[in-house]
């Protein structure tokens, strides 16, 4: 019988984003990287969009879109931050979706998911169909089709989830075995009940729903599945490849399919290089035809359930006790602190429950005055999310308004619309999964609920927070306190106004530049006027400007001072803008004091005539403070540096000498010259044409002074020239000046003491080569083949095989590959590491 082989990957983050600004800040606990999704991104999904398969000698011989091949999901929430912040892998993500609907007859490899991640079974039905109704418009949006099936969050499922799904047009979902209670294969045979046993996997399968509708259930190979998550199937593609096909069984008289499912961060985040051996079965499979790679929607077109299954409800694939991760301390957690209890989740949901339940009828029933029905206007309110430009919010209000709204009605109906969406936003799974109250996850939930609370108490007009917070009181960390603290340390600080986001502006701007229309986060923001005084260190700026939120519509114009002592000494004011005369005034005597060089007095006219709050660079949000900060400590760092190089030039000669007798270096001076020769290294490698003979001279200097040089540094520089060089030459590839100084750089890299990350430069080269061999077959003789000759010196810089660069005709290019195996453990291996997007 014929065989088929789908592997499911589950693409997910927790939506990280801060409220009240729609952006995710700087978190340190991802460093290198800005936060966990950069993090993560750059481990996993960027890879698995250019994933390497390896020949024996550790060169890449392809270079694969993993996605092509796999069935896939991605969270909604994940997919909007790729688009802004990775868009080359975004991309790559929705045309493998294109390319499996020619491979496998017209069905995309891609299934919807439940917008934010929320445990339907948990949910209220207005929740459940928002959610899953927000899903498929999400999918719509990018993927430009209906989608076939959608991967329940945490594959929680009830028969009113499914039936919700279906009907919404879902044709299929994924289970787990266990979560199948029985099954018949006629209608007029007995049930057959599985006690946890489990189904056979290898088929799809009907579920017939109260309603009458239906919908085809797959349920994952367990034991498969288990070993690539959790028991290291990953470490050779090979014997994964091996291990998939073992799931078949010549008896079964019908057309199997082996389908595995996990989290997609399996390949490449939790199993390192897991993108590879993914890349690797695949390719092997196919090339020694195992079996045929197919979709789930491919598979029920053709082979469409005729057994009939019914699913035990109230279960999960994560939590062996149904629900109850998400509700109790059922004993599931992440394993890392044995010690630690979870009693906190049931008060938090509980908390949660509350919080939803005070508000939303309230909410709805204001909505009425705006919306004619605001249980349909929230349902396609994932439109305006989407698309917030003017255009697409006023279509929105076309479509739903009980009349035309004035701007004020207009930020009234979107801001009861966000509470809804926050009220959604806090119960991403996220926050019950892991161990600790306090823990990132169950803090960005309680910033979501901090965010419906603010909307909701100026909204209604009534105090919620402190009632809240008593139920918080409930939940205790395994750390130090409860959910009050938790709310109060993390949460309450970070909650901000137009004035807040005024003084941000304000400030930043001083160091930044004022620009007439400028953009902060999801606000934006119109200069009317400025002025900025200099004495000495010291700057006084003064304006006004109008702020907007993109989100809400809410609007104000203000004016501010920003009195700057130097260095870190700050202290700025913001205040509604109080008419024109007074602002003159205001103005005026801020500057005349400034002017007269009393920064006490001009300090004094910033508190007593601008009456709003007062803010210094502790009130930036968390990426600009950082980036200020940085500007401010420059001089510092220059004068550091430059005493440094004096200090190193001075006494190089003795610093060679002690090397030669293999005599320590003092401490004191190893560091000098760590960081001269480290800097030296990066200003060469900067220049517009990189000096490569001065950066070998130095890097021979550090050799023989036996000085390790800041490999950090030096790495972020050298790959970033190389991107430059190789991006520059793929755009004029004949340019000869071009290519030989890519190359150039490419063997310095091949030189350094430490690794360097050619990810992105073997993307483009690759991409370029194949478009060259491309040409040279479609048109030989045209000099295609003479420049792919000429193009192997680099790629073979690059760590790219000969088969990879070969001209269409020669016999390397069939060249085999091998399975990535002991090569992980290879320094060629490391060297691949992603590092951008």
């Keep these: 019988m014929d065989r088929y082989l789908c592997i499911h990957a589950h693409f997910y983050q927790p939506p990280r984003e801060n409220p009240w600004l729609e952006a995710i800040e700087l978190q340190d606990s991802a460093a290198p990287y800005h936060d966990w999704n950069e993090r993560i991104a750059n481990e996993c999904y960027v890879a698995n969009s250019a994933a390497r398969i390896l020949d024996g000698q550790g060169r890449i011989a392809k270079i694969v879109n993993n996605y092509a091949r796999l069935s896939f999901n991605f969270g909604p929430t994940l997919l909007s931050w790729l688009e802004q912040h990775a868009p080359r892998t975004y991309e790559r993500v929705l045309d493998a979706d294109r390319q499996s609907q020619g ?43 209906d989608p076939e099936g959608i991967w329940l969050p945490e594959l929680a499922v009830d028969v009113e989830t499914l039936e919700v799904a279906s009907s919404l047009g879902i044709k299929f979902a994924v289970l787990a075995p266990h979560q199948a209670q029985r099954v018949r294969h006629r209608p007029w045979e007995d049930w057959i009940h599985f006690d946890g046993a489990g189904i056979d996997p290898t088929r799809a399968y009907r579920c017939n729903l109260p309603s009458g509708r239906s919908l085809a259930l797959f349920f994952y190979d367990g034991p498969i599945s288990r070993a690539v998550a959790f ?97 109790s301390d059922c004993g599931c957690n992440s394993g890392e602190r044995p010690q630690w209890r979870q009693h906190w989740r049931r008060p938090l949901r509980e908390a949660l429950d509350w919080l939803r339940d005070e508000i939303s009828p309230s909410c709805e029933a204001a909505a009425r005055e705006l919306l004619r029905a ?33 701007a004020d009605d207009q930020v009234r109906a979107l801001k009861l619309l966000e509470v809804e969406r926050h009220l959604m ?36 007009g009534r105090p919620i927070e402190e009632q809240f917070l008593a139920r918080l009181d409930l939940a205790w960390s395994n750390i130090s306190g409860n959910g009050r603290a938790a709310y109060e340390r993390f949460v309450r600080p970070g909650v901000v106004g137009l004035p807040d986001v005024a003084a941000h502006y304000a400030i930043s701007s001083l160091f930044n530049g004022y620009r007439g229309r400028s953009s902060s986060y999801c606000y934006r923001l119109d200069l009317q006027e400025s002025r900025v005084l200099e004495n000495g260190k010291s700057k006084l700026a003064l304006g006004r400007a109008r702020i907007s939120s993109r989100t809400t519509r809410e609007r104000l114009t203000f004016c501010f001072g920003v009195l700057h002592f130097g260095d870190h000494n700050l202290r700025a004011s913001v205040c509604s803008f109080p008419g024109e005369n007074a602002f003159r005034d205001m103005a005026q005597e801020a500057a005349q004091a400034f002017l007269s060089g009393d920064l006490t007095a001009c300090l004094q006219v910033l508190d007593q005539r601008f009456q709003g709050a007062t803010y210094s660079l502790k009130s930036l949000f968390r990426d600009e403070q950082r980036r200020i900060l940085s500007r401010v400590v420059e001089t510092t760092l220059a004068e550091a540096e430059a005493a440094c190089r004096h200090v190193y030039e ?64 030096l790495e972020v520089a050298l790959r970033q020239r190389l991107n430059a060089a190789v991006e520059q030459w793929a755009r004029k590839p004949a340019d000869l000046h071009l290519l030989e100084l890519a190359e150039s750089v490419a063997s310095v890299a091949r030189i350094v003491p430490f690794d360097v990350n050619l990810w992105n430069s073997q993307n483009v080269y690759y991409e370029l080569v194949q478009a060259v061999s491309a040409q040279a077959r479609m048109r030989p003789g045209n000099g295609a083949e003479d420049l792919l000759e000429r ?9 790219l095989a000969a088969s990879a660069v070969a001209p269409p005709h020669s016999s390397l290019a069939d060249e085999t590959s091998v399975a990535p195996d002991a090569l992980f453990r290879r320094r060629r291996a490391h060297r691949m590491i992603r590092g951008t997007c």
């Design 103 to 145: 491979l496998f007859a017209g069905h995309g490899s891609a299934l919807a998911q439940a917008y934010n991640h929320m445990i339907l079974p948990l949910a209220t039905a207005r929740h459940k169909r928002t959610q899953i109704a927000w899903g498929i418009r999400d999918f719509e949006h990018r993927f430009g089709r």
């Design 231 to 327: 028991e290291k199937l990953l470490a050779n593609g090979e014997g994964f490849a091996h291990r998939l096909i073992s799931g078949f069984n010549d008896s079964r008289p019908w057309a199997q399919l082996m389908h595995i499912a996990t989290d997609g961060e399996t390949y490449g985040h939790h199993h390192p290089h897991g993108d590879m051996a993914l890349a690797y079965a695949i390719d092997y499979v196919e090339r020694n035809q195992l079996a045929r790679i197919t979709n789930y929607g491919e598979y029920l077109a053709n082979y469409p359930p005729t057994a009939e299954v019914q699913i035990t409800p109230n279960t999960s694939w994560s939590c062996a006790h149904g629900l109850e991760r998400w509700q």
């Design 374 to 406: 605001p249980a349909e206007a929230l349902e396609d309110y994932i439109s305006a999310v989407l698309d917030r430009s003017p255009a697409s919010v006023n279509t929105f209000f076309a479509r739903h308004s009980v009349r035309e709204l004035d």
């Design 425 to 460: 936003l806090m119960y991403t799974s996220c926050g019950w999964f892991f161990d600790e109250l306090t823990g990132l996850e169950t803090v960005q939930v309680l910033r979501y609920a901090g965010r419906a609370v603010q909307l909701a108490e100026e909204l209604l």
């Design 650 to 713: 001075h006494h190089a000669p003795l610093l060679s000498f002690l090397a030669e007798l293999h005599t320590p270096l003092p401490g004191l001076l190893r560091a000098t010259a760590e960081a001269v020769l480290t800097s030296s290294v990066e200003r060469a490698l900067a220049e517009p044409e990189p000096d490569l003979e001065r950066v070998r001279t130095l890097l021979d200097t550090a050799a023989r002074q036996q000085i390790s040089l800041e490999t950090a540094e």
């Design 791 to 799: 193009l192997a010196g680099i790629g073979e810089r690059l760590g």
